[in-house]
Structure formats: structure tokens, C-alpha cells
């Protein structure tokens, strides 16, 4: 059975960054392309950032582009994304996604979560 377990949520004042990780098991990781979404109180889930299973390729949403990067150590199956110059508008709670294959197409497997917060 799959298991995603994120961390490095917080609260953090505009233009200030964090650090999520999220550690897989159950699967053979490198397999797996990993995402990282979010869903905003009111609002939609949505994806922020993709990468394939070998780290090689990585996908971004518009609104995060050139402030948050997606890597991955396929050696601790760990998952990362660094976000810099965090917006109020990047509040969210953070989900890590798993999915064999390529980055495109469904997510199959979720972690629980990780509420990011980004004070004015």
C-alpha cells in the first residue's frame, strides 16, 4: 500500500520560503512520477508542480513558476518542493500525489496534507 507522508507546512510572512518534503513508501519510487498540489478554502485543488519518475523532467503551474522548484532523492524516496518568495495567495493546504508513469493523467495515491500559510 502506497503511503505519502508530508511535512514543512507553516506559517511564514510574505516574500519568506519553506521547505515541504514528502516521504513515499510502499512503492518502487522511481517508477513514480511525484506532484504536488494544493486547494485554497473556497477554492478548487490544483496542481503546482510535477516531476518524472527519474527527476529529469519537471512540470509548473504559471503561478508558481520561477519561485518554486520540485526535486526528488530517489535514494531516500523523498519528494521536495521549495518555495521562495511566498505570496498570501500561495496559503493552501499542500498535498503530495503519486502516479505511475508519467506526469500527466490522474494521481493515484495522496498524502494527508500541509497547511501553508503566508501572513500580508
Known amino acids: 500500500q502506497v503511503q505519502l507522508v508530508e511535512s514543512g507546512g507553516g506559517l511564514v510572512q510574505a516574500g519568506g520560503s519553506l521547505r515541504l518534503s514528502c516521504a513515499a513508501s510502499?512503492?518502487?519510487?522511481?517508477?513514480?512520477?511525484m506532484g504536488w498540489f494544493r486547494q485554497a478554502p473556497g477554492k478548487e485543488r490544483e496542481s503546482v508542480a510535477r516531476?518524472?519518475?527519474?527527476?529529469?523532467?519537471?512540470r509548473y503551474a504559471d503561478s508558481v513558476k520561477d519561485r518554486f522548484t520540485i526535486s526528488r532523492d530517489n535514494a531516500k524516496n523523498t519528494v521536495y518542493l521549495q518555495m521562495n518568495s511566498l505570496k498570501p495567495e500561495d496559503t493552501a493546504v499542500y498535498y503530495c500525489?503519486?502516479?505511475?508513469?508519467?506526469?500527466?493523467?490522474?494521481?493515484?495515491?495522496w498524502g494527508q496534507g500541509t497547511q501553508v500559510t503566508v501572513s500580508s
Open positions: 500525489a503519486a502516479k505511475y508513469g508519467g506526469t500527466s493523467g490522474d494521481y493515484s495515491a
Open positions: 510502499g512503492l518502487t519510487f522511481s517508477n513514480y512520477a
Open positions: 516531476i518524472s519518475g527519474n527527476g529529469g523532467v519537471a
